[in-house]
């Protein structure tokens, strides 16, 4: 959607441009900051906002089509690749919902990496202030 992004007229540089990279960025983040909940809800909540984006973006094309930004293969193309994303999204919430309903809200990790003692000595100086 970058790509998208940078073969816009300049007329676009600031609106529509900036909604793209806005909400790709978006997308990918909050499946990451979903990720790093150790909660099945967050998770199902920043991923649903992960979706939201999704739309964002498939909407920007239709107005790129419709302006005829982009030639309508290209838009095909990519509408095509954000509906298997959509696809990964909900197969995604589907198997969170279920975690949920399984094993109570909580998410459990059993590595070993989070087994260890952390030295968070030097993190000290933060705890007077």
Not at 25 to 51: M, P
Not at 52 to 78: A, P, R, T, W
Request: aromatic share 10%; hydrophobic share 30%.
């Amino acid at each position: 959607m970058y790509g998208v992004a940078k073969r816009l007229p300049e007329i676009e540089k600031f609106g529509l441009a900036n909604q793209i990279r806005r909400a790709a960025v978006s997308l990918t983040s909050n499946i990451a900051e979903g990720h790093g909940r150790y909660h099945y809800l967050d998770q199902i909540r920043f991923t649903l906002h992960s979706r939201g984006s999704l739309e964002e973006l498939l909407d920007d094309l239709n107005v790129c089509e419709d302006e005829q930004y982009l030639l309508g293969q290209k838009i095909g193309s990519l509408k095509e690749d954000g509906w298997r994303v959509r696809q990964l999204l909900d197969g995604y919430i589907r198997y969170l919902r279920q975690q949920s309903a399984d094993s109570g809200s909580v998410v459990r990790e059993d590595s070993p990496a989070y087994d260890e003692d952390i030295d968070d000595s030097r993190f000290s100086i933060y705890d007077s202030q």
